[in-house]
Structures are given as C-alpha cells and as structure tokens.
C-alpha cells in the first residue's frame, strides 16, 4: 500500500531563518507531488504540484520555492522565513489517473517568531 | 478546474442525516467530483468520488443530477465525531493544480 511521510510535525523558527520540509511517498511510482499551506482558521492554499521529477509548478509567488530531486521526494525551501509563513504545511500525492484522489500526510505545523 | 461553490457552515444534531450541496455550474465534461474530509491539525481524507448519478460506500452518498452542475454529499445518521470541513472539488486531470475552495464547517451536537 501507498504512504506518504512528512516531517517534522512541529518546528518553530525564527525569521529570516531558513526552512527545508520534505515529504516521501512509497508504494507508488511517478506520483503527482503537491504542497498545501492552511493558516490558522483558513481553507487550503496550493503552493507548489509537481508532475515530475524537476517539475515545478508554482502557483503563489512568495519566497518559498519547492524542489522534487527524486521520484518520490518533494521539498518545501526557504531562504529567509517571514512571519507570515507560519501555518500548517501539507504534503499529498496523487496517481496519475484523472480521477485520482488526493492522499495528504499528516502535515508540519510551523510557527515563524 | 470547475469552481465549487458550498456553505460554509452547517449545524445538525447526532443521528440526523446531513446533507451538503456544492455548485459547479461550470464542470467540463471530463470533471469527476471529489469530497474530501478534514478535522483539525490533519491533512484532509478523501471521502467519497463520482461523475453522474450515485455513489455509495461505508462512510457517505453522493447524489449528481443529469446536468452535473451540482452535488450533494450526504452523510447518515451524523455523530460528533463527523464535525470536520467538507471539501468539494470538480476536476478532471491528475496532475493539474487541484485548488481546494473555503469548504463547509459541520458542527454535530448532542
């Protein structure tokens, strides 16, 4: 069976720090890669998908950006953190059919200080 | 992407059916619509999926009139443990960016 991990759950960071989350999948291959950021109180927002290795697409700009060096590997990047960039992070996945759901990890709640 | 358009909140009492409607008056032919449930501080769980007229499993319905620009989700017999966000998504391509809309609160109380 398919998962995806994510980590860390937590992390606290200063701003202007830098910031590196990653999410694997197994049990897959060429998975569709996406990430997701929710404020507090706040419905999802697509940050980044990926439908291959070195594929990016972006679909907020910020100064966060989103690499994909391997198959299964999705990495969320900053160079220096804003305070608005604090929120609950979600990696997912998807199979490339066109009705293929959305699987999400179990996220990274990240405060900026 | 078909924009989606649900309530955005909704109150029932445990044991009473619920039901969630969402619009997308603009779904293209190949679009199949996707519910997906979300409780705090976890990523969001698919529920449920269809193109045209009903879908069951264990956990909800959901019902698709002939015209499809519109969906009900249909959750029997709520309990407090189905308070969470529904989400609505009209998509029809893996692999495309899949923008999830504000979604509808459920509060069930006793």
């Known amino acids: 069976s398919q998962t995806i991990h994510q980590w860390p759950a937590t992390l606290v960071q200063p701003v202007g720090s830098p910031l590196s989350l990653e999410c694997t999948v197994e049990?897959?291959?060429?998975?569709?890669l996406y990430w997701y950021r929710q404020a507090a109180g706040r419905g999802l927002q697509l940050l980044f998908y990926?439908?291959?290795?070195?594929?990016i697409s972006s679909e907020v700009p910020q100064n966060l950006s989103a690499s994909r060096p391997q198959d299964r590997q999705f990495i969320l990047s900053s160079k220096k953190l804003l305070l608005s960039d604090s929120g609950f992070y979600l990696c997912?996945?998807?199979?490339?059919?066109?009705?293929?759901?959305?699987?999400f990890g179990n996220g990274t709640r990240l405060t900026v200080t | 992407l078909a924009k989606t358009t649900q309530p955005i909140s909704m109150d029932s009492y445990e044991g009473q059916e619920v039901n969630i409607t969402c619009s997308h008056n603009?779904?293209?032919?190949?679009?199949?619509i996707t519910w997906y449930q979300q409780f705090p501080s976890q990523g969001p769980r698919f529920i449920i999926q269809?193109?045209?007229t009903k879908v069951t499993n264990e956990v909800a319905s959901l019902f698709i009139p002939a015209d499809r620009k519109s969906s009900t989700l249909s959750l029997p017999r709520v309990s407090l443990s189905d308070t969470a966000v529904y989400y609505c998504?009209?998509?029809?391509?893996?692999?495309?960016?899949?923008?999830f809309g504000k979604g509808t609160t459920l509060s069930v109380s006793s």
């Open positions: 997912a996945w998807s199979g490339g059919l066109i009705n293929s759901p959305l699987h």
């Open positions: 049990g897959t291959s060429n998975p569709n």
């Open positions: 990926s439908v291959g290795i070195g594929q």
């Open positions: 603009n779904i293209a032919t190949n679009d199949y």
């Open positions: 269809g193109y045209k």
């Open positions: 998504l009209a998509t029809n391509q893996a692999g495309t960016a899949l923008i």
